[in-house]
């Protein structure tokens, strides 16, 4: 599928590693001025002498009134990617306040502070836009010490629902991703563990866990005009685990 985004002015939080570094990179690749947004310098950097095109953005999205104004002053966007994600894996009985605090002023306030600032200038230009959020398939499923994470991605879910109710009138199309374990630093802390992830894959009906080219290609779909009529949806990437 040919996709062009040629013309379009991009942001892509939690992009110096992982999921959102190679969306970053393809959203380059398909034409669009692109912003990669990342708490790391050093990873920015990297990201930035490997595409020099592309628009590097340090910022802590933990950081409300801080990442705000940085994001304030990147200009008009067409196309946000949600993407910065942390998990603070702990039994339910050991799970601290500071582990819930920090899961969800990045995987759930971020993207209401960052999205208030983008959809606002959407709005006003008044030629619409699109915004993924990156969930993950443990917002519909319940795994084993992932209280603070899949809570976390459960209102991702929510959110984005909301988001596409209110901002549908405005021509701006929301809907998240919600992949099974990707090969991620983040995922192997979680899954690396074949005692741990045997059983997973195993009622997985394609055996096998996702690539990052399975959540990049998505989000581009989502991203672009090929999903016109997509909105308010929460795509899963997950080899059919739901329905084992």
């Known amino acids: ?4 985004f040629h013309g379009k002015r991009a942001l892509v939080t939690g992009a110096g590693k992982g999921i959102g570094r190679e969306i970053a990179k393809k959203l380059v690749e398909c034409g669009a001025e692109t912003f990669a947004l990342s ?66 002023d990045i995987n759930l ?34 795994f084993q010490d992932y209280s603070s994470y899949g809570a976390s991605k459960g209102a991702v879910d929510m959110i984005t629902k909301i988001m596409c109710l209110e901002l549908g009138p405005h021509k701006i199309r929301v809907n998240s991703v919600n992949p099974t ?5 983040m995922s192997e802390k979680g899954w690396g563990d074949p005692a741990k992830s045997g059983p997973k894959l195993a009622r997985t009906p394609l055996n096998k866990f996702a690539k990052l080219e399975d959540v990049v290609n998505a989000t581009l779909f989502l991203l672009s005009d090929k999903s016109a009529m997509v909105n308010g949806t929460s795509m899963l990437l997950e080899g059919g685990l739901c329905c084992s």
Do not use: H
């Not at 606002?120 to 699109?130: L, N, S, V």
């Not at 374990?181 to 630093?185: A, C, G, L, M, Y």
């Open 1 to 4: 599928m040919d996709i062009s």
């Open 39 to 104: 708490r790391t310098q050093a990873d920015l950097d990297s990201l930035k002498s490997e595409v020099p095109s592309m628009n590097i953005v340090q910022a802590n999205l933990q950081d409300w009134d801080g990442s705000r104004k940085i994001v304030e002053q990147l200009g008009p966007i067409d196309l946000l990617v949600n993407n910065a994600g942390v998990a603070r894996n702990a039994p339910f009985l050991e799970v601290k306040k500071e582990q819930l605090d920090f899961t969800f």
């Open 109 to 142: 306030k971020a993207i209401v502070n960052v999205s208030q600032v983008c959809v606002k200038g959407m709005i006003e230009r008044g030629q619409g836009g699109a915004i993924v959020n990156m969930s993950s398939v443990a917002s519909t499923m319940a």
């Open 181 to 185: 374990s990707v090969r991620t630093r």
